[in-house]
């Protein structure tokens, strides 16, 4: 990573602490992110929306380089007139500011717990940086061995060998149904676990890029049954499908060369512009899931 981008993480980070502190709160739920955006309306009447800000936080995926826009309101919600002059701050002491503030600008001085704040979020960044020293093996690859890791997060490409595997994990001990499951707390959301070619529901896509999109259609083999039949039934399910705007928690049986296993290809949501009444396409909207905190799926509707 160059210099640059890491004083750029190392001020964010400290932005962010420097909110955190303002506010009292750390931000740890959709309440959270709700409540700053409110008090940045409020303060400086500039609107973040709590999506920004979830991912802005590592709440949500998103781009690794926030907006400057989103950073210069942050920093003028701290009291600097943009971000640049948050960064400019250092570590030493600068006068306080005497007299009031009649003219209505924004003071650019750092507040006592500021530079705290500055000290906690340097050494948080260098706790991370010598972590990431000692967990990295030859090559610059993380060691798979993570078991602490593993029980947080279920991510892209990782396989079980039957449904009860993964369905514990949100909590959901099934004796009957194992492929159409609700996950607890959140009826719109199911964990979805189709076959791959299955001779009836056809779920295809590209194997070699884990399903990026696929593509389901219900077309029995057997002759018998009637067209007109078929295409009612696709229909219908592409309406109840569209009002219900279902995410799906997916894992495939049949990607793998045992074929019995099931790869995790990650969260889909139907895609309203290309599924229509004879076949649905669902799209992957996030390649892992956070099993420590599942509300956060609700935002992938955004």
């Known amino acids: 990573?160059?210099?640059?981008?890491?004083?750029?993480?190392?001020?964010?980070?400290?932005?962010?602490?420097?909110?955190?502190?303002?506010?009292?709160?750390?931000?740890?739920?959709?309440?959270?992110?709700?409540?700053?955006?409110?008090?940045?309306?409020?303060?400086?009447?500039?609107?973040?929306?709590?999506?920004?800000?979830?991912?802005?936080?590592?709440?949500?995926?998103?781009?690794?380089?926030?907006?400057?826009?989103?950073?210069?309101?942050?920093?003028?919600?701290?009291?600097?007139?943009?971000?640049?002059?948050?960064?400019?701050?250092?570590?030493?002491?600068?006068?306080?500011?005497?007299?009031?503030?009649?003219?209505?600008?924004?003071?650019?001085?750092?507040?006592?717990?500021?530079?705290?704040?500055?000290?906690?979020?340097?050494?948080?960044?260098?706790?991370?940086?010598?972590?990431?020293?000692?967990?990295?093996?030859?090559?610059?690859?993380?060691?798979?061995?993570?078991?602490?890791?593993?029980?947080?997060?279920?991510?892209?490409?990782?396989?079980?060998a039957i449904e009860h595997d993964y369905l514990k994990l949100f909590g959901i001990h099934a004796q009957d149904t194992l492929w159409g499951q609700r996950l607890p707390h959140h009826p719109e959301i199911s964990i979805w676990?189709?076959?791959?070619?299955?001779?009836?529901?056809?779920?295809?896509?590209?194997?070699?890029?884990?399903?990026p999109t696929i593509y389901e259609r219900w077309e029995p083999t057997d002759t018998v049954v009637d067209s007109n039949f078929v295409a009612t039934r696709n229909s219908d399910r592409f309406i109840s499908y569209k009002a219900l705007d279902e995410l799906r928690i997916t894992f495939m049986r049949g990607l793998t060369p045992d074929g019995d296993s099931l790869t995790f290809l990650g969260v889909y949501r139907m895609d309203f512009g290309h599924s229509n009444h004879h076949h649905i396409i669902w799209v992957r909207v996030a390649d892992e899931v956070d099993l420590s905190r599942l509300d956060y799926l609700e935002e992938l509707r955004n």
């Open 1 to 160: 990573m160059g210099i640059c981008r890491f004083m750029e993480q190392t001020n964010t980070l400290r932005l962010c602490r420097a909110v955190e502190a303002d506010l009292g709160r750390a931000m740890r739920t959709p309440k959270d992110f709700d409540f700053l955006s409110e008090q940045i309306l409020e303060r400086v009447h500039q609107h973040l929306s709590a999506t920004t800000l979830k991912r802005l936080w590592g709440y949500l995926p998103g781009d690794t380089q926030p907006r400057q826009t989103t950073l210069d309101i942050l920093a003028q919600f701290e009291g600097f007139s943009c971000w640049e002059a948050f960064c400019a701050q250092d570590a030493e002491e600068e006068p306080e500011t005497q007299g009031d503030d009649d003219a209505g600008e924004v003071p650019e001085t750092r507040p006592r717990w500021h530079r705290m704040g500055w000290i906690v979020g340097v050494c948080i960044v260098l706790i991370v940086a010598v972590s990431s020293f000692f967990l990295l093996g030859k090559g610059g690859k993380a060691k798979v061995d993570d078991t602490a890791d593993s029980r947080l997060f279920i991510r892209k490409g990782q396989t079980f």
């Open 193 to 211: 676990s189709p076959l791959y070619h299955h001779h009836e529901w056809h779920n295809d896509g590209d194997s070699a890029q884990l399903l």
